[in-house]
């Protein structure tokens, strides 16, 4: 079958936009594991999937090992246009093994996020500039065992953890 409506957005955001009103449509997923950033669903691809698609959810999925900016707009949303002060949380995807890693440069400044995972053990380090007072770090990777972030555990959420930042992080 021919896609002629989805597309990358780099190498981590799948898009499949939405054409004319509908509550699913079929989406490819590439080679590599997929989350939907709307609901958590995780997918192995290659495959085909019929995706929930009402008007309100335009559907996105990120692949594993991704760090992505995010901003806040009531939820946590997808940042259209990325700049220093609309980015108010940190997506983390973290692989099934081995790490990722986001630099994240912003007015002179520059904070490394290294994200590892082990089986059910997920590491997150921080280097660099602090990350701005009240920035969520969102790890979505399914029920780990343990989130640890430069050392300090994460109380444990629905499918992930997260973390709001102080100012030591």
């Known amino acids: ?5 989805e597309f990358l957005l780099g190498p981590s955001l799948l898009v499949a936009p939405l054409y004319r009103p509908g509550t699913q449509r079929r989406v490819y997923l590439p080679e590599g594991n997929w989350v939907d950033i709307i609901d ?5 691809g290659p495959v085909w999937i019929e995706a929930q698609a009402p008007v ?12 992505i900016p995010m901003k806040l707009d009531g939820e946590l949303n997808a940042a259209a246009q990325i700049s220093d002060r609309s980015v108010r949380a940190i997506q983390v995807m973290p692989p099934a093994r081995g790490s990722c890693g986001f630099d994240w440069r912003r007015k002179g400044a520059k904070t490394a996020l290294r994200c590892g995972r082990d089986g059910k053990v997920v590491t997150i380090r921080h280097s660099g500039s602090p990350l701005p007072p009240g920035t969520i770090v969102r790890v979505e990777c399914g029920p780990p065992e343990t989130v640890s972030v430069d050392g300090d555990k994460v109380k444990e959420l629905k499918g992930g953890a997260q973390l709001t930042t102080n100012n030591q992080m």
Not at 40 to 44: A, F, L, Q, V
């Open 40 to 44: 958590g669903s995780h997918y192995e």
């Open 1 to 5: 079958a021919s896609i002629q409506d």
């Open 56 to 67: 309100s959810h335009l559907p996105v999925y990120v692949a594993e090992g991704a760090i």
